[in-house]
T-cell receptor
Framework: AQSVTQLDSHVSVSEGTPVLLRCNYS??????LFWYVQHPNKGLQLLLK??????LVKGINGFEAEFKKSETSFHLTKPSAHMSDAAEYFC??????????FGTGTSLTVIP | NAGVTQTPKFQVLKTGQSMTLQCAQD?????MSWYRQDPGMGLRLIHY???????DQGEVPNGYNVSRSTTEDFPLRLLSAAPSQTSVYFC???????????????FGSGTRLTVV
């Protein structure tokens, strides 16, 4: 069985301050983990992925995430928030490659 | 490069009507999936396919049918629409792989369906 828990449904940060979006996962096998972003009324865009290689993964737009097996976590970070980062973020777990399991999402608000 | 194309973008149905949501991809991806997105629930897997002629159920398959006669197309059929099927539907595709070769899904732009 696989699942993800996104620990915060809403996060607000000021522009220029760090972003932390938290994700814990549960998986019976070695998982692949992903972060997707969804801007209002848009589709989903892949930010970054972890697939059993380096545990610190860098993605697009300055985002990165660290896979921590001992903590079963895959938190998403960015050093300095930009207004364009305001969106919904989804953490995703997969083991087979054809079935993805989504978290319930974290809505990020960036305050000018 | 079109990627994953979904049609229509918006649809209003009456309870009991049937319809097909279309999905096509031009990337020669083996895997395709349908998800529904509801507020506060993330995306939930309806049906998926690992190749032409092969489909399987996801988390929430009831009320939906799929088929995969070609690599490119993966239509989703609503048999008898119900208000509980009001949602945003996303189609996605991916190259075959798992483990280190898990490529991640490419998503279409979605279909917003309202059942009245």
């Amino acid at each position: 069985a696989q699942s993800v828990t996104q620990l915060d449904s809403h996060v607000s940060v000021s522009e220029g301050t760090p972003v932390l979006l938290r994700c814990n996962y549960s998986s019976s096998y070695s998982p692949s983990l992903f972060w997707y972003v969804q801007h209002p009324n848009k589709g989903l865009q892949l930010l970054l992925k972890y697939t059993s290689a380096a545990t610190l993964v860098k993605g697009i737009n300055g985002f990165e995430a660290e896979f921590k097996k001992s903590e079963t976590s895959f938190h998403l970070t960015k050093p300095s928030a930009h207004m364009s980062d305001a969106a919904e973020y989804f953490c995703v777990v997969s083991t087979t490659g054809n079935q993805f399991y989504f978290g319930t999402g974290t809505s990020l608000t960036v305050i000018p | 490069n079109a990627g994953v194309t979904q049609t229509p973008k918006f649809q209003v149905l009456k309870t009991g009507q049937s319809m097909t949501l279309q999905c096509a991809q031009d990337m020669n991806h083996e895997y395709m999936s349908w998800y529904r997105q509801d507020p506060g629930m993330g995306l939930r897997l309806i049906h998926y396919s690992v190749g032409a002629g092969i489909t399987d159920q996801g988390e929430v398959p009831n009320g939906y049918n799929v088929s995969r006669s070609t690599t490119e197309d993966f239509p989703l059929r609503l048999l008898s629409a119900a208000p509980s099927q009001t949602s945003v539907y996303f189609c996605a595709s991916s190259r075959r792989g798992g483990g280190r070769n898990n490529y991640g899904y490419t998503f279409g732009s979605g279909t917003r369906l309202t059942v009245v």
